[in-house]
């Protein structure tokens, strides 16, 4: 049987996503330590949710870069209306969604805690040179330091937390999930005003080293709290303190399980499942979500400040509240998605983005900021929802040893909306001033809100083709299948070149289902058969030397 040959990129991408963990086999005295933390205090797996809370209130911070926009480009250029200080945080966004789909593997392969550490140093590091950049008038320090090392690092150690209380948790996934990402919109919260105080006493420079310094110290004492799951959490509904043979098994002891031929979503590797209609679909409906919220909460202070008459203070209160509608969205949509259901929860995120993002260009127009602000915040907790929903979503739809990668490869998806939609914004805006428009002028923002809002109805429209059910997703498609749908738990439509457009019957539904799972059987059964004469191929003619050689010859 001929091998298909592969190039080198493809190998070297697929080696990446689909390399095993690999198993580690550490001492006695490493698992008993594995139990404790900072050696005294008994490890309890519900002392994850502050520390991941901790974890993203560091890097939330992120979400409050809209304040420093005018102090920074005042700083370097002497105008605070220069606009080149917001580019920071498209930078941000697009180093940040890369990195995350780079390091989701990495992650699942080395666990939270070396990936939180390595996050705290680059965010850190990021920190200290947008001062240097600051000081020295280059904005270009301010874009690699922030932007490139910040954003990586705050990549990394958002995706940690995020992975680990999935698999911890497996009978809690919207919950561990809300408050897994709820932290970064805390930090939005608290950053919106914390720096005000400390730049007016030592300066804008210093302010980032001793928020940098502050945020090292935090995140490098959550390493020693984060750990590893143990693959029997991905099945357990106990709660409490980890049993020792748990932590045997966490340490890499083989656990021998019973052969089964029940098809699930777990049997997909992670290629299959990057590649599935459902990640695609997801793909299209997270951006969409993501879109007017990262636009509005980059430039929010100076909407605030520019076509409101607002002062500092008063944009910097707002941010500060819409951190915690940020905040709040995360959570209360995470929690709301174990009861309901993550789909049902994301059509109501972008239902209430599309309606609200209709009415924004009138409220602008008349400049009517009481209503402005108020729509703004829940446009943003249904934003903020939409993060707090999709770890739980891609756990349901691919399993919790791909969360990591799925969930790193979506965030693109962020970064996306965030760098496209950034410079259309941006060039939109440039366009109106060099028309003699200015940064007080409705039009400025008003335009942009129009293209925005066909985004968020082609996610809208997206979300619906989304299949959550297990037996949709896994039952191969009819021949001529073109196109499947469940409406409800009872009706399933589908349209095919051999049957036309039908309702398919739970009789036929259940008869597709057991074909697919005899096929299923027969085909582990023809492995495992296969498998078995290969081992006794091996033995009775195991590979020389010469063999070996032949094969290295070959390659080269």
């Known amino acids: 049987m001929a091998v298909e040959k592969k190039n080198l990129f493809t190998r070297v991408v697929e080696y990446h996503y689909n390399r ?80 995350a789909a780079l390091m989701g593997p990495w992650i699942e392969r080395h666990g939270p805690r070396l990936g939180v550490f390595i996050g705290a140093i680059l965010f850190t590091l990021g920190h200290y040179l947008t001062a240097v950049g600051i000081h020295f008038q280059s904005i270009w320090v301010v874009y690699i330091g922030y932007g490139v090392f910040g954003g990586f690092g705050i990549a990394i150690t958002y995706i940690s937390p995020v992975s680990t209380l999935q698999k911890w948790f497996p009978n809690h996934r919207g919950l561990s999930g809300g408050f897994a990402v709820c932290g970064f919109g805390a930090g939005s919260v608290a950053f919106g005003q914390i720096p005000l105080p400390i730049i007016k006493s030592v300066g804008l420079p210093l302010n980032f080293v001793i928020i940098g310094s502050m945020f090292f110290v935090i995140l490098t004492l959550q390493c020693f709290i984060l750990r590893v799951a143990p693959d029997s959490m991905s099945s357990s509904t106990t709660s ?80 500060t509240v819409n951190g915690i509608f940020n905040l709040t969205g995360r959570l209360g949509f995470a929690l709301l998605s174990d009861k309901i259901g993550r789909k049902p929860c994301y059509i109501i995120t972008l239902s209430a983005q599309a ?77 109106l001033k060099h028309s003699g428009y200015t940064v007080h002028d ?79 059987k027969q085909k582990k059964l023809q492995e495992l058969n296969d498998n078995t004469n290969n081992d006794t191929e091996q033995q009775i003619h195991p590979p020389t030397i010469n063999d070996n050689a032949s094969d290295l010859m070959a390659q080269a």
Request: charged residues 15%; hydrophobic residues 45%.
């Open 20 to 99: 095993p963990k690999p198993i580690v086999q550490l001492s006695d005295k490493q698992k008993e330590r594995e139990k404790y933390i900072f050696g005294v205090l008994p490890f309890n797996r519900w002392l994850l949710f502050p520390s991941a809370v901790l974890v993203q209130f560091c890097i939330g911070s992120f979400y409050a870069w809209s304040i420093y926009n005018k102090p920074i480009d005042k700083a370097i250029y002497g105008n605070e209306n220069q606009g080149m200080a917001p580019i920071t945080f498209y930078i941000t966004v697009g180093v940040f969604g890369i990195s």
């Open 355 to 431: 309606i609200i993002v209709g009415i924004l260009p009138s409220l602008v127009e008349n400049r009517s900021s009481s209503a402005f602000i108020a729509l703004i915040w829940l446009l943003t907790s249904a934003y903020g929802g939409g993060f707090g929903i999709i770890p739980g979503f891609l756990t349901d739809l691919f399993g919790p040893k791909k969360v990591s990668t799925c969930h790193g490869i979506i965030l693109t998806a962020w970064s996306v909306s965030g760098i496209f939609g950034g410079v259309i914004f941006t060039e939109i805006m440039n366009a």
């Open 442 to 520: 409705p039009i400025i923002y008003t335009t942009n809100f129009h293209w925005i809002i066909c985004i968020i109805l082609i996610g809208w429209i997206c979300i619906w083709f989304v299949q959550t059910n297990e037996r949709d997703i896994l039952t191969p498609p009819i021949k001529g299948q073109t196109f499947k749908i469940r409406l409800t738990s009872s009706i399933l439509l589908r349209i095919s070149t051999t049957k036309g457009f039908e309702r398919v019957s739970q009789e036929q539904q259940d008869l597709e289902w057991k074909q697919y799972c005899e096929d299923y």
């Open 240 to 319: 409490g303190n980890i049993s020792s043979e748990s932590v045997d098994q966490e340490m890499g002891s083989p656990v021998i399980e019973e052969e089964n031929y029940i098809p699930s979503v777990n049997d997909k590797t992670i290629t299959q499942s990057l590649l599935s209609k459902e990640f695609r679909l997801l793909y299209i409906v997270f951006l969409a979500n993501s879109m007017f919220g990262l636009i509005a909460l980059s430039r929010l202070s100076n909407m605030i400040q520019d076509i409101f008459g607002k002062s500092k203070e008063t944009a910097a209160m707002v941010v």
